[in-house]
């Protein structure tokens, strides 16, 4: 049972002393972007690409249940024949980069999954957005790797776990959701 609890200590301590200035920024602006009428364009790799569709889900569905008002989201992970098209004819570091250079535009967000902050695809992907005028978001782990310094608004969990940095994504997603749920509600 120790493992068990040591596991939930550290995931707990974790949120406890976190500063969650930059949830409130990518709240606000995904907000923002709801009323403009923009896109919400998410991506990861592994667990983080679930967590990405996961959190694409609940802000076009979860933010305004059955309203057919929610959050225009879109996750770059989700489409299986286009990440193995461009992986195949291209590259894999260009599996999001390609898709946001066909379907985004300036002023649309950017929202990255990453544990360690260093995937190449991940990297490309925010360089790309940045180009065309989004602004970036991320949620990673570890170190916070090179996606860290790239982004304009880094969300950083420092800890040296893959499943703790994930569960933080899942976390951080499911509050996101809900504290947007109660800003469109008021619009």
Same mark, same amino acid.
């Given at each position: /049972?120790?493992?068990?609890?040591?596991?939930?200590?550290?995931?707990?301590?974790? #949120? $406890?002393?976190?500063?969650? @200035?930059?949830? !409130?920024?990518?709240?606000?602006?995904?907000? #923002?972007?709801?009323?403009?009428?923009?896109?919400?364009?998410?991506?990861?790799? &592994?667990?983080?690409?679930?967590?990405?569709?996961?959190?694409?889900? !609940?802000?076009?569905?979860?933010?305004?249940? &059955?309203?057919? %008002?929610?959050?225009?989201?879109?996750? #770059?992970?989700?489409?299986?024949?286009? /990440? @193995?098209?461009?992986?195949?004819?291209?590259?894999?570091?260009?599996?999001?980069?390609?898709?946001?250079?066909? /379907?985004?535009?300036?002023?649309?967000?950017?929202?990255?999954? +990453?544990? +360690?902050?260093?995937?190449?695809?991940? #990297? *490309?992907?925010?360089?790309? &957005?940045?180009?065309?005028? /989004? $602004?970036?978001?991320?949620?990673?782990?570890? +170190?916070?790797?090179?996606? *860290?310094?790239?982004? !304009?608004?880094?969300?950083?969990?420092?800890? %040296?776990?893959?499943?703790?940095?994930?569960?933080?994504?899942?976390?951080?997603?499911?509050?996101?959701? *809900?504290?947007?749920?109660?800003?469109? $509600?008021?619009?």
């Amino acid at each position: /049972m120790k493992y068990y609890e040591e596991y939930a200590s550290r995931l707990s301590d974790l #949120l $406890k002393e976190y500063d969650w @200035t930059n949830v !409130d920024i990518l709240v606000n602006d995904i907000v #923002l972007c709801w009323k403009r009428k923009k896109r919400v364009f998410l991506c990861g790799n &592994g667990g983080s690409a679930s967590n990405a569709n996961h959190l694409a889900n !609940d802000l076009l569905y979860g933010a305004s249940p &059955g309203n057919g %008002n929610g959050v225009n989201a879109v996750s #770059l992970s989700s489409n299986a024949s286009v /990440m @193995t098209c461009i992986s195949n004819d291209i590259s894999y570091d260009e599996v999001f980069s390609y898709q946001l250079s066909v /379907m985004a535009g300036k002023g649309d967000l950017l929202i990255v999954f +990453s544990g +360690s902050g260093n995937s190449r695809n991940i #990297l *490309k992907a925010i360089e790309k &957005g940045r180009k065309i005028g /989004m $602004k970036t978001f991320g949620i990673l782990g570890y +170190s916070g790797g090179r996606a *860290k310094r790239l982004l !304009d608004v880094p969300i950083h969990f420092k800890i %040296n776990d893959m499943q703790i940095a994930e569960d933080c994504q899942q976390i951080v997603g499911h509050m996101i959701m *809900k504290r947007i749920f109660d800003k469109i $509600k008021m619009c």
